[in-house]
């Protein structure tokens, strides 16, 4: 498995980016980090300066998608590889800076997000220890978690990634939801992280392209705790408790107040070099994932 990249910050834009404090920081146990240059608010769930950044706009969805290279072969690699694509590929000194790397190239991906390719994402200013989360969350190596996307462009999107990104497929679902209707997600890694994004085929254009964006603790306690954090709170759950069937994560999701859901994991699967297993899959969850409000 060829890891090259990991996912480094996800971008998102709402049009009050207070109302996200509560499930950021009460429910899932994140850290604000230092706000950027223009005042918007972000989120620490490591030592990273930030892994959320969430700006004020009516866009009410992500707005850009961080890829982090491990190093600077990988993203001289990565951007050579989405520009022989076809792809525009803009280098910017400025938006680095306000970005906190080292360097940054952006691109518009066909799911209609920028893409950022990024190199070394500074670290904030303190340790990270969340009260809420004492064992942390699993980042090093795999970057902030995944994302799951809808999109009516998904055989571009899979391209993208595969081609542009260089991703390899993990393996992907299709199940029949309803009579003549299909659910087809296909999940992609860059790294041992059994997916970092996920794209769901989009029957028509959906009002957020972001699905969720899942947290992964180190702590199968640090889940259940989470979950009795959302229970006492007025936040909805449209998914319990349960364990997925292709990366085995014990997980639950929640709704934010913008929309979009945030899925809280632990002990998902991981990829290897040897993976054989990009296999259809026809359930969601092995059990669980109830709907409960
Ligand atoms: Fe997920």
Known sequence: MNHQL???????????????????????????????????????????AHRLIVESGSTNDAVAVGFEAIDSEAFDRTVGRLQ?????????????????VARLARTTAPWGTEVEIVLA??????????????GGFLT?????????????AFEESAAFLTEGLGFGQSDWLEME??????????????NARHHTVALARAPFAL????????????????VGAAFDRLWASDLGIPNGLGRHDNDGMFSFYLHTPAGFQIEVGFGARVVTDS???NRRYDRISAWGHQALR
Do not use: K
């Not at 509560?22 to 030592?47: K, Q």
């Open 177 to 190: 939801i309803a009579e003549d209707i299909t659910l087809e997600v296909r999940f992609y890694h860059c």
């Open 275 to 277: 993976w054989a297993e």
């Open 121 to 134: 994402l500074a670290d904030g200013p303190t340790p990270f220890s969340s009260a809420l989360v004492p």
């Open 6 to 48: 990991e996912l480094g910050y996800l971008v998102l834009e709402v049009p009050e980016p207070d109302t996200l404090n509560e499930v950021l920081g009460d429910v899932i146990g994140l850290l604000p980090g230092e706000p950027t240059a223009s005042g918007a608010p972000t989120w620490r769930t490591d030592r990273r």
């Open 140 to 152: 090093n190596g795999v970057g902030l978690g995944h994302v799951v996307l809808a999109t009516t």
């Open 207 to 222: 009002p957020q392209v972001l699905h969720h964006v899942m947290f992964e603790t180190n702590h199968r306690d640090d």
């Open 84 to 100: 022989a694509t076809g792809l525009a590929v803009v280098e910017s000194t400025g938006e680095a800076e306000g970005r906190r």
